[in-house]
């Protein structure tokens, strides 16, 4: 399965984006896969995908960020994207081909699609669910007016450590621990070092 992150770009005129560039991927946005873009759950690997959905339920009490499921495709071997060389242009691609998705979740619950509004920017991802007013109203009263701001939420305490007490929070944990979670998180998920740096010449 395929989880597409879109976060809260705290603009109304532009809603909810998909992160694509690598600037975007700075400060808190580390914690969202970082050139893939997409979290790629392998139900077959139980402990790995164990792993990812942990740290997508983790982000979503962040309060700003939808996860829009998707039917599994490995955009790297996929021969329906083999005319794309690059993986952005094939993931676009692949989100045109399947522009509903499977269900959309925030730390609400599902959210309808029709709520989400999305339109493109520089540095942003493209991907536009709908531009209409009910998404732009949608995105207006209930984000920007009513949720805390994002460094409000993400201090939330709720990781706990491999002992099972509160003793190591989880974003911590991911950043500087060795824990078989966070070294596979860091290597596969995020492209993080050890201690939380991503660096600059790492491009997507």
Known sequence: MLIQPFTSSQNSDL??????????????????????????????????????????????????????????TDLDNDPRYKDFSN?????????????????????????KFENIHSTGATGLGALSYVLNSQGHDFFN??????????????????????RGNFDVYYFDEI??????????LRKFVLNLELGGDRSVSNKL
């Open 15 to 72: 809603g909810y984006q998909h992160l694509t560039d690598y600037y975007s991927f700075k400060g808190k946005n580390r914690y969202l896969p970082f050139k893939k873009t997409v979290f790629e759950v392998d139900l077959s690997k139980p402990k790995e995908a164990e792993y990812v959905l942990e740290h997508i339920a983790n982000l979503m009490s962040t309060f700003e960020t939808i996860f829009v499921f998707r039917p599994w």
């Open 87 to 111: 993986r952005e242009e094939r993931m676009k691609q692949y989100f045109q081909d399947n522009s509903e998705g499977i269900v959309a979740l925030d730390w609400e619950g599902p959210i």
């Open 175 to 184: 950043k500087n621990s060795n824990t078989a979670r966070a070294k596979f």
């Open 141 to 162: 009263s209930l984000v920007q007016n009513d949720l805390k701001k994002w460094e409000d939420v993400w201090i939330h305490k709720m990781g706990l450590s491999e």
